[in-house]
């Protein structure tokens, strides 16, 4: 069965620092992974997706993640964060032989400081 | 850009209340589902629909739970006889072509409190 953990319950950082958000996953088999975004009383926001190719995957708002298939890890990264950046991000896995449903890890709030 | 709505944001239930949410996926999607999020817990897969059937459910969508499409534009989740540990936030979603080739489009989520 596959599962996803996010280490970070909430991360803090100032305006323009970078930042990234740690998700490691565990399956049998190959999969897709996503990140999510859900601001305050809005849904969740596809951020971005690897499904094969390229490790390096580029999403909205200047984030970006790369898949480690050897550390089964998929963090997502910002070079510079800005105010609006706070919200909670979300990991999540589909295996690909079941391509119908997504498990979530637990979550990341990201607190931006001026 | 197209949404997903939910209706509505907020429901308060008693007890073995039967309640019902309501979602309008987007227009040209064919695969719909549910997710629910207790509050400080993960956001949970519930149920997956297509060609007016459930594709997959989880051990959480029990027999309390059903799902139906009513129309050309709704998709609702009933629970027939609400509990306390139902309180939690419900998402609807929806995708076009399946997970591997389109997102889930999420809505906004409505808020179930059963009192």
């Known amino acids: 069965a596959q599962s996803v953990t996010q280490l970070d319950s909430q991360v803090p950082v100032f305006e323009e620092a970078p930042v990234e958000l740690r998700c490691n996953y565990s399956?049998?088999?190959?999969?897709?992974l996503f990140w999510y975004v859900q601001y305050p009383n809005q849904g969740l926001q596809l951020l971005l997706k690897y499904l094969s190719g390229s490790t390096l995957v580029k999403g909205i708002n200047g984030f970006e993640a790369e898949f480690n298939k050897s550390q089964t890890s998929f963090h997502l990264r910002k070079p510079s964060v800005h105010i609006s950046d706070t919200a909670e991000y979300f990991c999540?896995?589909?295996?690909?032989?079941?391509?119908?449903?997504?498990?979530f890890g637990s979550g990341t709030q990201l607190t931006v400081l001026p | 850009e197209p949404e997903v709505t939910q209706t509505p944001s907020h429901q308060v239930t008693q007890m073995g209340q039967e309640v019902i949410l309501r979602c309008v996926p987007i227009s040209n999607h064919l695969y719909f589902y549910w997710y629910r999020q207790i509050l400080g817990q993960k956001v949970e897969f519930l149920v997956s629909f297509y060609n007016n059937e459930i594709s997959e459910k989880s051990e959480i969508f029990d027999d309390q739970f059903s799902v139906e499409r009513p129309d050309g534009s709704n998709f609702t989740l009933k629970i027939r006889s609400t509990k306390l540990e139902d309180s939690a936030m419900y998402f609807c979603?929806?995708?076009?072509?399946?997970?591997?080739?389109?997102?889930?489009?999420f809505g906004n989520g409505t808020r179930l409190t059963v009192t």
């Open positions: 999540a896995v589909s295996e690909s032989g079941s391509a119908r449903q997504l498990t």
């Open positions: 979603a929806s995708s076009n072509q399946g997970l591997k080739n389109s997102p889930l489009h």
């Open positions: 399956s049998s088999v190959s999969v897709y």
